[in-house]
């Protein structure tokens, strides 16, 4: 399933002129496999030891590129580091305030939300997120 993910990815990227290079791959590859929401840096440590010429910049670039393209989404929560997320559907996220793990939930017709705000507002809506808040089970087992 994850495989299919990063050659779907890769198709678009050839499709878009963009060179395949080893790194951007694996950072894709990365991206698509993990669940976690990784950071720049979770990034960077886990790949520079197949590639020890390769930068954190390298891995800033080229989730920019992504991010810039629409495959991955950039969650930044101000002071803390961005995590980025491959996202090929629409989803929202859950986050432990206890131990900042975050879950994606899908939950669909929340599109509806951007077509009831405009004609609330006026705006033009380009996206939207959502974020929920709570304890997850492992910290809600631990506290009890």
Known sequence: MAHSKVEE????LKASDIRITPQ???I???LIESHTHPTADEIYKSLVVRFPSMSVA???NNLRLFTKIGFVQEMAYGDASSRFDFSSQRHYHAICESCGKI????YPGLEDVEAATEQLTGF?????RMELYG???DCQSKMS
């Open 24 to 26: 951007r791959y694996a």
């Open 9 to 12: 990815a890769i198709n678009q």
């Open 135 to 137: 304890i997850c089970p």
């Open 124 to 128: 033009k809506i380009n996206e939207h």
């Open 28 to 30: 894709l590859e990365y």
């Open 103 to 106: 879950v994606d939930t899908y």
């Open 58 to 60: 390298t891995v800033y």
